[in-house]
């Protein structure tokens, strides 16, 4: 009886630590596999008389392993077209401007400090060479949208998808801000955003907005709308012959609405999780549940 329990006993342990150690080997293996995300992603957009508007971004990466560089994908439909790009990387706050490769392949590996463009349909493609290793590293793009604002008959839009739904990685600290030409007071402008509830957007003065998200998940969306005076954008041939504002406004309403809605639901979705996270923690991490079956054969 004594040697039975013994051998059972034995098998019982030996059963319990090879799990252990195969988990840990699992959980090291994955800890080293190269992995990234946006730590900061900073968008300023500057509209212009004519209703273009320049756009700067400045993404901030952080890599666990080593990289030869990003890609990045510019959605510019709804307007005329993107020119003037320029792409930098920042080195001790200085931006050093990388040089674009000739042809016009994405497939093509180039040097570092290079970067590669093509265009498809609707979508700006950029390929950026930059070696980085177990580091903090910031890009910079900049470049300007062709009639990106629509001037209807009673206001002028400014209407985008700032951040948009092909980010395959988290992004956190996300900034954008927006500035008009000069001519308006701060009462004469409305803003808007969709995507995340978790946002904040304000109207700083008669030129400048702003909107903040702490963090959106990958697939997520951020959209931005700005309502002025037309007599911003003279030289705007981007022209519809609409009474726009009052559809815009009963649009924006509804749209609150749900938000309004989907925000609840989700409040109540985060308390469950928290009690249920609350009620795991009591049971103890891996670890420890191992020791309480080790310890189970010894109490017998």
Known sequence: MKKGFTMIFTKTFLAIVIFTLSTFGQQAYASGTKTYNLSGYAINVIVNKDGSANFEERLTYNFDGKFNGVTRDVDFSLTKGLKDKKVYVLENDNLKELQLNPGNSLDATGKPGTYNFIEEGTLAKLKLFEVSENQEKTFVIKYKLIDAVTKYKDTAEFNRKIVDSRWKTRLDNIKIKITLPPGATKEELKIFAHGPLIGESSILDGRTVDFTVPTVSPGTFIETLVLFPIKLVPGSSNVVDETALPRIMANEATLADEAN????????????????????????????IVLILLWFPIIY
């Open 261 to 288: 809605k989907t925000r609840e639901e989700s409040r109540k979705q985060v308390q469950q999780r928290v009690e249920m996270q609350t009620q795991r923690k009591s049971v103890g991490n891996p670890l420890a």
